[in-house]
């Protein structure tokens, strides 16, 4: 048995993550709700807020629950249409065969080898398992064979309609999902354990992670002045950089001092470093070590007012 109030204390403390859903053994909502910001932008955790109730009644088989759900499934030979179950489709969908779409390398690899056609046929893919995952999340369940027909079926209209046509994937695996693929959830899921529940979250999570890091890699471009530049030679560049090459020598020298000096003057170190009085900044201006003089200080200040008087520029 759940606690309503343990999944609304999770729900305020990790929503952000789905803790609520995990406890309540929703992993596919969660799953998807990690690969679509949360359900677009926290719509979807926000709107477990209200959703919860049911959520508990669901998994704890709370009687008048199973009577209502009884009743839909004596009227109803299958689930009826969900405008939020449908768009949620639609939307994530998209965003999965978006994000596989780009990871496909656009340069050519291993001397000369093509993989951007691989692209027009391993996208429609992603978009039919986001419509299946979200088609078989709580009381409803359908065939992944008829999100796929329909994802695929836009392939046929490619030769005509161009590429584009390809964003329509989520829409017809939608609609051949819900029309010949959905129906009741008439038994209860198998409990499976932790492990393999958190291991099926882990590989699951790769596959997309590792779509998100080829496109980071082999496509992602960042413009500066007008000129782009490949998103891997601007974070190499980023750390060649001085700005964080001196992040790194700070960073090396507080951990340094906790080992030689203790947490205490490490991190009365650390403060200094973060220069809160300014003076670090001032004296690298000055182009002076920090313990300069008084003297020192005002001579260079001369020297400087000499040099960048307005008179001469």
Do not use: Q, Y
């Given at each position: 048995m759940k606690s309503l109030l343990v999944a609304y204390l999770l729900w305020v403390v990790g929503g952000w993550c789905c803790l609520h859903l995990l406890y309540l053994?929703?992993?596919k909502q969660a799953f998807v709700y990690w690969?679509?910001?949360g359900g677009y932008f926290g719509c979807g955790v926000l709107r477990d807020f209200f959703r919860l109730p049911a959520y508990v009644k669901h998994y704890n088989d709370d009687p008048e629950f199973v009577?209502?759900?009884?009743?839909?499934?004596?009227r109803k030979s299958k689930p009826g249409l969900s405008i939020s179950r449908m768009v949620a489709q639609m939307m994530v969908g998209n965003l999965w065969y978006l994000l596989v779409y780009a990871a496909v390398p656009k340069e050519p690899l291993f001397g000369g080898l093509h993989l951007q056609p691989l692209a027009v046929l391993v996208a429609p893919m992603a978009s039919a398992v986001a419509v299946w995952l979200i088609g078989n999340i709580g009381q409803e369940c359908g065939k992944l064979r008829w999100a796929l027909i329909g994802s695929y079926s836009v392939l046929v209209a490619v030769p005509a309609l161009g590429e584009q046509v390809l964003n329509w994937c989520c829409v017809l695996s939608m609609l051949f999902f819900n029309k010949c693929g959905k129906k009741w959830r008439r038994t209860r899921e198998p409990k499976v354990t932790v492990c393999r529940r958190v291991s099926t979250l882990l590989v699951s999570s790769l596959l997309l992670s590792s779509c998100l890091c080829s496109f980071l890699y082999f496509n992602a471009e960042l413009e500066s002045n007008g000129e782009k530049v490949k998103?891997?030679?601007?974070?190499?560049n980023f750390i060649r950089s001085p700005m964080f090459q001196e992040f790194k020598?700070?960073?090396?020298k507080v951990y340094n001092d906790t080992w030689t000096q203790g947490f205490g003057p490490a991190w009365t170190n650390f403060i200094e470093l973060m220069d809160p009085t300014g003076s670090i900044h001032a004296f690298k201006v000055l182009e002076l070590p920090k313990n300069a003089t008084q003297t020192e200080i005002k001579e260079r200040i001369r020297d400087l007012s000499k040099q960048w008087h307005p008179d001469k520029h």
């Open positions: 053994r929703r992993d690969w679509s910001f009577e209502e759900l009884t009743d839909k499934m004596r998103f891997r030679d601007a974070v190499g020598e700070n960073i090396k």
